[in-house]
T-cell receptor
Framework: RKEVEQDPGPFNVPEGATVAFNCTYS??????FFWYRQDCRKEPKLLMS???SGNEDGRFTAQLNRASQYISLLIRDSKLSDSATYLC????????????FGTGTRLKVLA | GAGVSQSPSNKVTEKGKDVELRCDPI?????LYWYRQSLGQGLEFLIY????????KSGLPSDRFSAERTGGSVSTLTIQRTQQEDSAVYLC?????????????FGPGTRLLVL
């Protein structure tokens, strides 16, 4: 089993739609979780951290389910500019700052 | 302020040659990471430096790969006797750990093509 798994997509959604991505991780001791966004031929950039109680940033909501070892990202009212690859990132070993990136989920928002 | 910079932005080399890739992290950032991303693939962890601790080299794919970080700042990733499968984008990131913020800031990457 991969350490961090994501559905590669692509998810093709119309503008204004709500879309959700999941990411599963294998190490139950993982403590830090993030979503990064990567545009085509660009470097990844932090979208948001994922907190145990769940957190929201505008149209984006992130949630963590430790029991099932997955995190999710919900995007409401999708914009064309949301088209990108979304990378799930997990701290592999508790107490260190080594992170494992998922292969990403590609989102295309269609006009 | 200045972000993470990497040089060169593109590198074309012949199989068997050595290459050096450079990363200038954000000033004051204690952690520095190297990743590799092949076309259409995810980021593959290579190596991680944190302060004065011994680097975590667990992601280096072979002994042809090595990295140094001098003075806790600039880092160089060296690939010896390059192979075609080394062709990828090499990304460097830095972060300021121990402050509650673990955000990694990435450089634009070096695109390496081995012919």
């Amino acid at each position: 089993r991969k350490e961090v798994e994501q559905d590669p997509g692509p998810f093709n959604v119309p503008e204004g739609a709500t879309v959700a991505f999941n990411c599963t991780y294998s190490n139950s001791a993982s403590q830090s979780f993030f979503w990064y966004r990567q545009d085509c031929r660009k470097e990844p950039k932090l979208l948001m951290s994922v907190y145990s109680s769940g957190n929201e940033d505008g149209r984006f909501t992130a949630q963590l389910n430790r029991a099932s070892q997955y995190i999710s990202l919900l995007i409401r009212d999708s914009k064309l500019s949301d088209s990108a690859t979304y990378l799930c990132v997990v701290n592999q070993v508790a107490g260190t700052y080594k992170y494992i990136f998922g292969t990403g989920t590609r989102l295309k928002v269609l006009a | 302020g200045a972000g993470v910079s990497q040089s060169p932005s593109n590198k074309v080399t012949e199989k068997g040659k050595d290459v050096e890739l450079r990363c200038d992290p954000i000033s004051g950032h204690t952690a520095l990471y190297w990743y590799r991303q092949s076309l259409g693939q995810g980021l593959e962890f290579l190596i991680y430096f944190q302060g004065n601790s011994a680097p975590d080299k667990s992601g280096l794919p072979s002994d042809r790969f090595s990295a140094e970080r001098t003075g806790g700042s600039v880092s160089t990733l060296t690939i010896q006797r390059t192979q075609q499968e080394d062709s990828a984008v090499y990304l460097c990131a830095s972060s300021l750990v121990g402050t509650g913020s673990e955000t990694q800031y990435f450089g634009p990457g070096t695109r390496l093509l081995v012919l």
